[in-house]
């Protein structure tokens, strides 16, 4: 089973969360609010995206490059967790 089809409800959650964010960022735009306010609101939707990106990628890491049938070695563990914490602080 792939790690989306696991996570399904989960993902497709902070989907539909992030385009309530991008609703609020047309509703913004269309009723002319404060360019500070809505720039805020674009802020938090790109943080969400990233956010969604990392939790993707992560499962495709630990569930396709690292097979989860075979027990890693320490090693392996060791850059699979590296990786996926590089990966988190740059999509922060």
């Known amino acids: 089973m792939s790690h989306t089809t696991r996570d399904k409800k989960k993902l497709l959650n902070r989907v539909r969360r992030i385009r309530g964010q991008v609703d609020g960022i047309e509703r913004s735009l269309a009723e002319e609010h404060d360019a500070s306010a809505i720039l805020h609101t674009i802020a938090a939707c790109r943080g969400a995206i990233d956010s969604l990106m990392v939790e993707v990628l992560e499962g495709h890491i630990r569930f396709?490059?690292?097979?989860?049938?075979?027990?890693?070695?320490?090693?392996?563990?060791?850059?699979?967790?590296?990786?996926?914490?590089?990966?988190?602080?740059?999509l922060k």
């Open 64 to 90: 396709h490059v690292v097979n989860p049938d075979v027990r890693p070695t320490s090693e392996q563990s060791r850059a699979t967790q590296e990786l996926i914490d590089v990966l988190k602080t740059y």
